[in-house]
């Protein structure tokens, strides 16, 4: 059987991890019982297979080991090739910020490394909102995904699996929509129009991408009014379709922002 199959096996799911997953992840309760029961075979694997270090004084529970695995695991769903293969530590900070150089300060980091660094009161406040289009572990782990081809290019690994023809479509298609979305993503920017998405985007290629990951999960019914295009590259690459969850939140997918973020 290959080892990546073998992630999805039926292993026993911690009690104390279900309750976990109840108490501190939100979008949790939105996912259809299968998606549930695969992403907790996707946290086993990542909590089995990463290691985390805390920093500052942090201990490391399983409370923050499950609350940062559901979150990084949710971008992993329906896939059937390995996914954060470079990904080797994850460290996690007390605070809402942590120094990443002497002048500089962020809620996380990826690095290129193979090392990604949480805040652990950003991590607990993405997972407790699902709505706001803010959630610095989709963040971060959309970067590993950019990474795991060894660039930062704002895209991912496209094709994997496929045959070399299929593939190359796939790449094709997808430069073509995010070249083109994320153009006149900088365009509104400078224009002072309100976006759904954070205006950190803007950035660079990399940045819009991780900042669509989170709002393609959290922002669903919005960002494909607003993107249809880019809703649906970012649906066929997730192989998910958020807008399609029942959400609960209050205003859920209602606000648009230019808002700017300290994500890295």
């Not at 995010?178 to 950190?200: H, Q």
Request: negative net charge; charged residues 25%; proline residues 5%.
């Amino acid at each position: 059987m290959n080892p990546w199959s073998e992630i999805l096996s039926s292993r026993e799911f911690p009690s104390s991890w279900e309750e976990i997953l109840q108490r501190r992840v939100r979008f949790y309760q939105f996912l259809p019982e299968g998606d549930r029961r695969e992403l907790k075979s996707y946290i086993r694997w990542f909590i089995a297979s990463k290691h985390f270090e805390g920093c500052e004084g942090l201990v490391i529970t399983d409370d923050i080991r499950v609350t940062v695995a559901a979150q990084a695991c949710l971008l992993l769903l329906h896939r059937e090739t390995p996914c954060y293969e470079r990904l080797r530590l994850i460290r996690i900070y007390p605070g809402a910020q942590f120094a990443v150089s002497s002048i500089n300060t962020a809620l996380g980091e990826c690095w290129q490394q193979g090392i990604i660094l949480l805040a652990w009161d950003s991590v607990r406040g993405g997972a407790a909102n699902p709505c706001d289009g803010d959630n610095l572990v989709l963040h971060e782990f959309a970067h590993q995904l950019n990474h795991e081809d060894g660039k930062s290019d704002g895209a991912p690994l496209l094709g994997r699996g496929m045959p070399a023809t299929d593939a190359a479509g796939a790449c094709a298609s997808w430069a073509k929509v995010f070249s083109k979305e994320y153009a006149d993503f900088c365009l509104d920017i400078r224009n002072g129009t309100p976006t759904v998405m954070d205006s950190y985007a803007a950035t660079d290629p990399a940045e819009f991408f991780a900042v669509a990951t989170e709002c393609f999960f959290e922002k669903p019914k919005q960002l494909s009014r607003k993107h249809p295009d880019l809703y649906s590259a970012l649906k066929q690459f997730y192989r998910q379709d958020p807008a399609a969850w029942r959400f609960s939140c209050p205003g859920a997918n209602t606000n648009e922002t230019n808002t700017t973020s300290q994500k890295e």
